[in-house]
Each structure stands twice: as structure tokens, then as C-alpha cells.
């Protein structure tokens, strides 16, 4: 059974850093495009960064650019998301998300789900 499992988040300040962890199991990351999701209360998901089954970075969102960097790990089946200079819009619940082969922008588009962990910068 696909699971994707999200940790790494918490409360920083601004300007602060945190990296989030996504563990896979049940499907190899290499075959599938893994991303960051982000939402906050009443807002759609945004999609933060991605990084293709190839190994190749899908994008970041223009709000994280040059700050947020998305790499994985094989060997460990994650992905992660290293975030810097993190700012209080940054604050949300953010996903890890899964679909076979290339990536995708819509959240439509992606069929596995983590739970969520919350990230909360303060000012």
C-alpha cells in the first residue's frame, strides 16, 4: 500500500530555517514525481516545488524561489524540502504528494497523499 509520511515541521521565526522529510512506501520515488504542496485555511493547495521521476526539479512557486530547495534520496526513498530564510507567509500546512513518471501543477494530478505537517514562522 502507497504511503508518503511528512515530518521536519514546526514553529521557527522569521528568517529561521526548517527541512522537511518525505518517507515513501509502497512506491519508488524514482518512478514517480514527488512534490511539495502548501495550504492554508480556506485557500487552495499551492504546489511549492516538485522534482520529476528523472531527478530533475519541476520548479519552485515564485513566493520560494532562491530560498526553498528540493532534493532526494534514493537510497532512503525521501524527499525533502530545505527551507531558508523562511518568512510568516511561509506559514501552512505543508504536503508531500506522489504520481507516476513526470510531474504535474494541479493537485488534481496527484493521487498520493501525505497527512500534512504544520509549519509556522512567526515575525
Known amino acids: 500500500q502507497e504511503q508518503l509520511t511528512e515530518s521536519g515541521g514546526g514553529s521557527v521565526q522569521a528568517g529561521g530555517s526548517l527541512t522537511l522529510s518525505c518517507a515513501a512506501s509502497g512506491l519508488i520515488i524514482s518512478s514517480h514525481c514527488v512534490a511539495w504542496f502548501r495550504q492554508v485555511s480556506g485557500k487552495e493547495r499551492e504546489r511549492v516545488a516538485g522534482?520529476?521521476?528523472?531527478?530533475?526539479?519541476?520548479g519552485y512557486a515564485d513566493s520560494v524561489k532562491g530560498r526553498f530547495t528540493i532534493s532526494r534520496d534514493l537510497a532512503k526513498n525521501t524527499v525533502s524540502l530545505q527551507m531558508d530564510r523562511l518568512k510568516p507567509e511561509d506559514t501552512a500546512m505543508y504536503y508531500c504528494?506522489?504520481?507516476?513518471?513526470?510531474?504535474?501543477?494541479?493537485?488534481?494530478?496527484?493521487?498520493?497523499w501525505g497527512q500534512g505537517t504544520q509549519v509556522t514562522v512567526s515575525s
Open positions: 504528494a506522489a504520481r507516476p513518471s513526470a510531474c504535474a501543477i494541479p493537485a488534481s494530478d496527484f493521487g498520493f
Open positions: 522534482i520529476h521521476d528523472l531527478g530533475t526539479v519541476a
